[in-house]
């Protein structure tokens, strides 16, 4: 099965939220009601996450879905995100036009070479003004430094309080099948035979605590694959190595979490048997690999 993995940026009532939870539902990973911002199910789980993940499935292929902060203040965190990630869509209200909470978000994303997705959200509302928005969006990409590549971005246009997206605003539709139709078309493909070939490295981006197994990482497997009962490697960004054992995994469907044996490259799973893992630290499969590069950890 393909992965991709993909992060939504959007400033405060955008629509971002709206968004995730219709394309949660329409692909049959979450009934209605069931949302990214409830803390329901971590309650009921006895689990911590800051930044929600969450995974949907169509045409056999799995798109990973990060949760990114989008003020300035959680600045590391949202660059140890974008780092694990291949693509952003940046919403974008169809009225107000780009804001300055997403300017942060999207600054980091261009200048980690990824290519945004664009979507123009809320076209349904009576002083919409979608093709307004898709300019200011393109004058934002130029003063941010985007390069041609990037500036040659994707529109959707969307109603996501209605679980609508369309290609063209004239188009015909009733459901969000053009976003993923596009994710699928413009997102990279998140592994490879290659990658899955090497030995394992993995790299958190986020913790996580669970009452009954404790510390948690979340992150995206770079290379090879991870198993239940393996025994690793634990890299510090200075080379400082340490042993492990990884105890239980786990993957994201929907919004839930779910157990697994492995995982392979290009997925994000969350783990459990390394108490004293760090954000920005490698696993590795033997302690000769070198560590990942470095991501910013300056937070608490």
Sequence with gaps: MDIRNIAIIAHVDHGKTRLTDALLQQTGVAEAGVSMDSNDLEQERGITIYSKNASIFYKDTKINIVDTPGHADFGSEVERILRSIDSVLLVVDAQEGPMPQTKFVLKKSL??????IVVINKIDKPAARPEW?????????MDLGANDKQLDFVTVF???????????????SNDLTPLLETILREVPVASSPEANAKELRFQPFNLAYDNFLGRLAIGRI????????????????????????????????GLERIEALE????????????PDIFIGETICQ??????LPAINIDEP
Excluded: C, H, W
């Design 111 to 116: 200048e980690l070479g990824l290519k945004p």
């Design 133 to 141: 928005a898709q300019d200011e969006v393109l004058s934002l990409f």
């Design 158 to 172: 969307a109603i996501a309080k209605q679980g609508i997206a369309k290609m063209k605003l004239t188009d015909e």
């Design 222 to 253: 770079y290379e090879g694959t991870i198993k239940s009962g393996m025994n690793v490697f634990v890299k510090k960004p200075t080379g400082e190595t340490r042993s492990g054992k990884i105890s239980k995994i786990f993957t994201f469907r």
């Design 263 to 274: 995982a392979s490259a290009g997925d994000i799973v969350m783990v459990a048997g390394l």
């Design 286 to 291: 033997n302690d000769a690999q070198e560590a």
